[in-house]
């Protein structure tokens, strides 16, 4: 059993950066693909990056591309995402999540654990 705990939230001004840190315990790490998604108020959770459980391949949403940089740091069991050139529309509670695999994965099912979520506020 894997448990994640994302941080790293808060508010920030538009084109500001924050970067998300999702802190993993309870399994090896290093077998885990990671990926973050997000859930804007009244919207539907959405895909934002992912990457395999090297870190040799890595996706991202089309709204994420060229802003975040998701990574992951197997020896303090931890994954991030690097997010620059914030918009308002990049306002949602964000989560981290890992499934045991050796590809990347975009759709949220696939995912086997689930961090509780840190809010971010993008402010104009």
């Known amino acids: 059993q894997v448990q994640l705990v994302e941080s790293g939230g808060g508010l920030v001004q538009v084109g500001g950066s924050l970067r998300l840190s999702c802190a993993a315990s309870?399994?090896?790490?290093?077998?885990?693909?990671m990926g973050w998604f997000r859930q804007a108020p009244g919207k539907e959770r959405e895909f934002v990056a992912a990457?395999?459980?090297?870190?040799?391949?890595?996706y991202y949403a089309a709204t994420a591309k060229g802003r975040f940089t998701i990574s992951k740091d197997n020896n303090k069991n931890t994954a991030y995402l690097q997010m620059n050139s914030l918009k308002p529309e990049d306002t949602a509670v964000y989560y981290c999540?890992?499934?045991?695999?050796?590809?990347?994965?975009?759709?949220?099912?696939?995912?086997?654990?689930w961090g509780q979520g840190t809010q971010v506020t993008v402010s104009s």
């Open positions: 999540a890992a499934k045991s695999g050796d590809y990347y994965y975009v759709d949220e099912n696939e995912y086997d654990y």
């Open positions: 309870g399994g090896f790490f290093s077998l885990y693909a």
């Open positions: 990457m395999t459980r090297l870190g040799g391949s890595t």
